[in-house]
């Protein structure tokens, strides 16, 4: 058996650690231990998946006008929906034969420069309804600026949503209705400004609740009505109360804001968020069992480093969506796949894929791009099952000594995933961006792809400083506005500098009595992004101190935590996606239970 290893990453030069379980997944599916760290692991597939920088361009085969992932001036061919899933064209046709003169991943990278592209990435043969400005997304109706989702109604501006109606601007919400700016939610109706809440209802400012109802700026309760900042109310003296707030008014959530965060920071919470898991580290994180650094996850068994996925077994390294088993370092896989290898963007019903892209219902598959229904291909070319084989053997044994080195002279052997300089996007248009931000300047001496956003000239008529204090006093005539908004394309979040207000937003608007945002979509929805914990974990102790905890802020309201006594600290340690700098008061799970009831 293999011990643990330190090992130096190539690209960030920082040391990382394999662990031993580590090397008997490597062994399973005959690939070398990585050569890069975990987070630049993570960061390469990430810039693999553009999710939500859309352009409009010509699908380049019947010229109709569609709203793609790649800017007009991207290299590639790119078709529309009709036209890539038709049957008007071959793939097949660009095949090549494999050159053993020159490194395979300069051939991959010059079959992707040929073969044709569809405009964004959404679900196969999945109907879309009145839904153009979406991608990584199928079965939707009527929504607008939706990513990364499923099966949704009369949705706008959120990311990961599914099975939600009329929600807008969430990141993170399963079986939605009527929610507004929450992150991380489910089971949740009429909810606003809430981050970690399952089965809450018409409330307002709650963070870690459950089955709560008509509460505001609450933290950590279970099955309450008529809280406001963790005090009980009757019924009258709630609405009367809340009315006060005045939660619709602009200054009214500002100054209740502050109130919250005293709320907030003194109440504790669990050093994760999940449930039912066994031998497990990562957050957002349930029913799993030996599962590991993975981050929103749901039923998986021997994952590590995965984010975004459900339903997986021995997968490591992987990025969206879910239904996989054994496979390595993929983004956007999924739905029904079986040992699928430094792959992108390949689903449904696939099986031992290495090094492909857009491949769909098929197997053994090397190094190819956008096939459908084939087996026994390598760089678009068909061979029998046995010339298949050996040509694969070969490539492999060619890749672990004759590698393709990036702009940077770092070698990329085989069992590593295709570099950065081969995404087909923009690196300031991917995920990578939002987690592994970039400046102009680094981008361009990574060699990543960069094209310089062009000046968007857009005739301001009202800045979002003036925007009136509440929804009553809009007339329809702000459709017609364009809205500066307040970062003025200052910040990094991809600023769109002005914004428009769309007629099923202003509806929802006055049916929920929301004030009108004053930034734009991409910075409301990076501030949602800052929101979360980041992608990452630091070992910690449990913070309850005996009858309060370190900090002295919150003092215990149970006499009984599990292990220690109360004139003890307790002695459990974790791994917590809380740094241990943050203002938070983090809890074992034993010590958490005993004072959330
Ligand atoms: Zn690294
Ligand atoms: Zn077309
Ligand atoms: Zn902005
Ligand atoms: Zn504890
Ligand atoms: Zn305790």
Partial sequence: MNKTETKKCQNCKQQFTI????????????????TFCPECRMQRRMAFRNERTLYKRDCDLCNKVVISAYPKAAQFTIYC?????????????????????????????ELQSKVPRPYVNNLTGATMVNSEYTNCAGELKNCYLVYGSMRDEDCAYSHYLNYSRHCFDNLYCIKGENCYDCLDIENCYGLQYSQSCVGCRDSTFLFDCRNCSDCIGCVGLRNKKYYILNKPYAKEEYFEKKDKLALHTRTGIKSFQEQYKNVYYSSPRKYYHGQMNKDFSG???ANTENTHQSFYIKHARGCKFVFWCNNAEDVYDYMSWGDMELSYECVSNGYNSYH???????????????????CFTSSNLFGCIGLRSKKHC??????????????????IGEMKTYPYRDIRGIPYLYGEFPPIELSPFLYTDTVA?????????????NGFRWEERKKRNYIVTIKAEELPETIDEIDDSILDAVIECVHKGECNDQCTEAFKIIVQELQFYRKMNIPLPQLCYNCRHSGRVAARNPLKLWHRQCQCAGEHSDNKVYTNTSKFHQPHELNEHCPNEFETTYALDRKE?????KCYQQEVV
């Fill in 283 to 285: 957050d957002y994180i």
């Fill in 585 to 589: 008061i983090i809890y074992c799970e």
């Fill in 19 to 34: 662990e031993p379980d580590d090397f008997d997944f490597y062994n399973k599916i005959k690939v070398p231990p990585p």
């Fill in 378 to 395: 390598i760089l678009n070319k068909q061979y029998s099952e046995v010339e298949y084989k050996s040509l694969r053997e070969k490539i």
């Fill in 433 to 445: 961006q939002e987690h592994f931000p970039l400046t102009k300047e680094e981008i361009i001496k």
């Fill in 81 to 109: 929906s009709e036209c890539w899933w038709g049957d008007s064209w071959d793939p097949m046709k660009y095949g090549q034969g494999y050159n053993p003169t020159k490194p395979f991943l300069t051939q991959w990278k």
């Fill in 340 to 358: 699928c290898l430094f792959t992108d963007a390949s689903w449904s019903d696939n099986k031992d894929l290495e090094y492909c892209s857009l």
